[in-house]
Structure formats: structure tokens, C-alpha cells
């Protein structure tokens, strides 16, 4: 039986919601799996922000290490 919001065989998670509402217990795992989809698609969104700041933070942590040694460097050669 085809359904509006049906794509490729999956009901999307409005029809599915409406579905589930008037037929109880007719295709509750397609609810499941839009959450997992939208869980999912969170994460990933998370992770490419994540990926696209470590540039930056790397290199800001390379700058300091270099301050860091520099002034080691600089301590050291003043005592001599």
C-alpha cells in the first residue's frame, strides 16, 4: 500500500507519526529509525564543526609551544 511520504520504501517521519496515530502499531519502527536518522545526522554535524576548528586549534597550540620554548630558550641564555 502506498502512502504519501513514502520514499523509496520509507515513510517519512511525519506520515509515519500520523500513521502510528491512526493505526496503532503499524509501522512504529520507521519512528524509530527517524530519530536514529536525525540522531545520527546530529552527530555527524557535530563532528564536521569539530574537524573544521582543529586547524585553528592546532595551530594555536603550535604557538604556544613555540612561545614556550622561546622564552625557555631565552631564561636559559640569560643565566649563562
Do not use: F
Amino acid at each position: 500500500m502506498r502512502h504519501e511520504g513514502v520514499v523509496q520504501g520509507v515513510l517519512t517521519d511525519a506520515t509515519s507519526r500520523m500513521l502510528a496515530v491512526e493505526e496503532p502499531g503499524r509501522d512504529c519502527d520507521n519512528i524509530g529509525l527517524a530519530g536514529e536518522r536525525e540522531s545520527t545526522e546530529l552527530e555527524r554535524l557535530a563532528s564536521r564543526e569539530q574537524m573544521r576548528c582543529l586547524p585553528a586549534r592546532l595551530e594555536a597550540v603550535r604557538e604556544e609551544e613555540r612561545k614556550r620554548i622561546a622564552l625557555e630558550i631565552h631564561e636559559n641564555s640569560a643565566s649563562c
